[in-house]
């Protein structure tokens, strides 16, 4: 029995389930956003804040701003990931034609007024930084930039990930940890490079150039090894041990994609790629929070 076109009309336009948007946001990789904020507040001297601005923050980088970050972009990869073997699951959904405008609504619906009511309660300074980070995941998946579609732009574009480690400092009005704020604008950089490298086959049927599309597999992971060399020489000043961690962990997969330069490599160094910021964050956070026990902190 055929639906009436009334009915298919309203299903093309309902609204999509909190489920779904779930699935979306990946909640696997929310640890990009959540974690490097609760970085920053650590990095501000405080191992907890009830500030109403920073815990307002906290949940925003949750579902919302996760949303805006992979809603969109999986709303403008919808050709790529249809050939992507690993989209449809927990690294990213693969988007139906009728989800399209729902997503974008829900998208939008949940993170302007967000973003409007945190411009209330945060400082004009981690305000800007934020609507800054909005505006370049945006970019990078939206015309008429599309930072993806343009090689280099397209890792470089990805320091947003690294800017909420500002936020806290901007919002409680202490300096700003310029170290691991630029360590961690350089990891980003060369993760991007080094996950983009799995999707190079399917990048290339679909026509869209990216910096691992132009450099190749065994580019891409040189390229991707330098920048981890970076990262970890940025944190040198802050803590040996940390950046010890990311040379052996991030360094590490690079040097193993090297060794072994094909995008199936690549496929399955990816779930190291995923925990690499766990990894690392927990080096990090240990020796972070034995140096404010003991009151040994004193700030970047």
């Not at 803590?239 to 990311?246: E, V």
């Not at 490599?265 to 790629?273: Q, T, W």
């Amino acid at each position: 029995m055929r639906t009436p076109a009334r009915l298919q009309t309203r299903s093309h336009h309902s609204p999509l389930p909190l489920r779904r948007l779930l699935v979306v946001s990946r909640p696997a990789l929310w640890i990009n956003t959540v974690g490097t904020l609760v970085t920053g507040v650590w990095l501000t001297g405080r191992l907890y804040t009830l500030d109403p601005g920073v815990l307002a923050l906290l949940l925003y980088l949750t579902l919302p701003f996760n949303l805006l970050i992979y809603g969109l972009n999986d709303l403008s990869d919808r050709e790529e990931d249809a050939r992507s073997s690993r989209k449809g699951g927990w690294q990213g959904a693969r988007l139906t034609v009728a989800e399209g405008g729902p997503l974008l609504t829900a998208t939008l619906a949940i993170n302007l007024p967000a973003l409007v009511g945190l411009a209330v309660l945060l400082p004009p300074a981690a305000s800007l930084l934020l609507a800054l980070s909005a505006v370049l995941f945006a970019a990078y998946s939206l015309p008429p930039l599309r930072l993806k579609g343009r090689p280099f732009l397209d890792g470089l574009s990805n320091v947003a990930y690294a800017l909420p480690l500002a936020l806290p400092a901007l919002a409680l009005g202490t300096p700003v940890p310029w170290w691991p704020l630029l360590a961690l604008m350089a990891y980003a950089v060369g993760k991007h490079a080094f996950d983009a490298a799995q999707d190079i086959p399917a990048d290339r049927e679909a026509g869209t150039r990216t910096v691992a599309t132009v450099l190749g597999v065994r580019g891409t992971a040189a390229y991707a090894l330098a920048w981890f060399a970076v990262a970890g020489a940025l944190l040198l000043p802050v803590s040996l041990l940390t950046a010890a961690a990311l040379w052996l962990t991030c360094g590490g997969m690079a040097v193993a994609l090297l060794r072994d330069p094909t995008p199936v490599r690549a496929a399955r160094l990816y779930p190291l790629s995923i925990v690499t910021p766990w990894i690392v964050g927990a080096v990090a956070g240990v020796g972070l929070v034995y140096l404010l026990a003991r009151g040994l902190w004193t700030g970047i």
